[in-house]
């Protein structure tokens, strides 16, 4: 048995998607033993709210575009990119915490809090063909 995975999938732009790239997502790290709370709580979440951001928020909810799913899972880490064809924006400026009292009426940023609160690391970039979030999580 090798001792990492990449999955890789393609997916329209349409929230009816997320589930099945989570639980693909999290099959794969329950073979590499991944504890039940990281694959419930942590990947799940933070997945799905990357996801989502991704199809409503970086692709405005266009079924034209799609949003491009990559995930290295071993024994010791899990990383996803999540690529979508929008454009870019300031991953500390939409990461502020939405519990403070200047912040509590955004409407934006609370999923990518949440990421940052679930997952050990979360990035953006742009690689030239659209917004990549990566999400890195250690196993415990």
Do not use: W
């Not at 799905?48 to 991704?54: I, K, M, P, W």
């Amino acid at each position: 048995m090798s001792d990492s995975r990449v999955i890789e999938v393609d997916i329209p732009s349409d929230v009816q998607y997320i589930e099945k790239v989570v639980e693909l997502v999290q099959r794969e790290c329950a073979l590499m033993k991944f504890g039940a709370r990281q694959l419930m709580l942590n990947l799940a979440v933070a997945l799905t709210e990357a996801l989502s951001n991704a199809i409503l928020r970086g692709n405005n909810d266009d079924p034209a575009k799609h949003v491009h799913v990559v995930a290295r899972v071993d024994t010791a880490h899990l990383v996803i990119e999540v690529r979508d064809e929008g454009v870019g924006f300031d991953l500390e400026q939409c990461t502020l915490d939405p519990t403070t009292p200047g912040n509590v009426d955004r409407e934006d940023g609370r999923g990518l809090f949440l990421m940052r609160q679930l997952m050990d690391r979360v990035e953006r970039f742009d690689d030239g063909r659209g917004n990549i979030v990566r999400l890195t999580l250690r196993r415990e």
